[in-house]
């Protein structure tokens, strides 16, 4: 009788998400990017959302004892190369969170500070941004903010408008300053997409204690894109479980990410959803 050899597993990525019934955002986009870049994704649940294309309605945050509990039974039972981090949804289960992560701090960490949906519903109140700040910015490898997101944790913007931030606007923080504040907080490096900002192009850029790491300019696509912001950071931890180092990972995550959105559909009445398995599809080619 032939002996069945059970075969390597591909890298492992737990990820701390809200559920998103369509697909495109949260939870369910995590899990198709890390599963189209040939990683096992582990979930765990923070939030349950009622949510279309067009925006949020509602969530429901999980008790934080239960988000610990989900991570805890995955993690003793299974080696974690990469932790990504997206909505969480109280205080409370951000200090549930740090508190399981702190226990494995070797780990890579990538943090995507999800505070508002595409259409700019709050996903996170002043305390929650607090709570990511103290609690997880100093355990957090790389944080993946938008330009609003990055200008509102690095000075502390109080006003959920985000009509307040936006980047035509000569008096917006600049996003090298936002930067450094972000890795005084504790971060390692920081990924600032440039999407919000002005211009033909969209320009990303990884900083780190020394400053600019490298800086990566794109075609800035046409339309609506919801849960590109999931897509970057869940490639950036999948990358990152591959073994690759940051700074390539980061390359690698903005390539893969510009070609879900390139071959991005529309199935709803909302925004474009990225094709995170283009690639399936017969059309490969490189950014």
């Not at 990017?33 to 939030?47: D, E, K, M, Q, W």
């Not at 995550?253 to 991005?264: E, P, R």
Request: aromatic letters at 6%; proline letters at 7%; a negative charge.
């Amino acid at each position: 009788m032939s002996t069945i050899v059970p075969s390597p597993p591909p890298p492992i990525v737990l990820v701390f998400a809200g559920t998103d019934p369509t697909g495109g955002a949260g939870l369910q986009a995590d899990i198709l990017t890390l599963a189209s870049l040939g990683c096992h994704p582990l979930s765990v649940v923070t939030a349950v959302t009622v949510q279309d294309t067009v925006g949020v309605d509602d969530f429901f945050p999980m008790e934080a004892e239960w988000i610990a509990d989900q991570a805890r039974s995955v993690l003793e039972d299974m080696p974690v190369a990469a932790i990504k981090i997206g909505m969480i949804g109280s205080v409370e289960a951000v200090a549930a969170i740090a508190e399981v992560v702190s226990d494995y701090p070797d780990i890579p960490l990538v943090l995507d500070p999800v505070l508002s949906s595409g259409r700019g519903d709050p996903l996170a109140n002043e305390e929650l941004m607090a709570a990511l700040i103290d609690l997880l910015f100093p355990q957090t490898t790389v944080l993946t903010p938008n330009s609003i997101e990055a200008r509102r944790l690095a000075e502390g913007v109080g006003d959920d408008d985000e009509d307040d931030l936006e980047t035509n606007s000569e008096e917006a923080p600049d996003l090298a300053d936002c930067a450094r504040e972000l890795i005084d907080l504790g971060c390692e490096f920081v990924l600032i997409t440039g999407a919000h900002e002005q211009g033909a192009q969209v320009v990303n850029t990884l900083y780190n204690t020394r400053g600019v790491v490298h800086r990566q300019t794109w075609e800035r696509l046409p339309g609506s894109y919801h849960g590109s912001g999931c897509t970057l950071a869940s490639a950036v931890a999948g990358f990152l479980a591959l073994g690759q180092d940051v700074a390539e990972a980061a390359k690698e995550a903005q390539a893969y990410t510009w070609q879900t959105l390139k071959h991005a559909y529309r199935p709803g009445m909302g925004q474009f959803i990225p094709d995170r398995m283009y690639w399936v599809h017969g059309d490969d080619e490189e950014a």
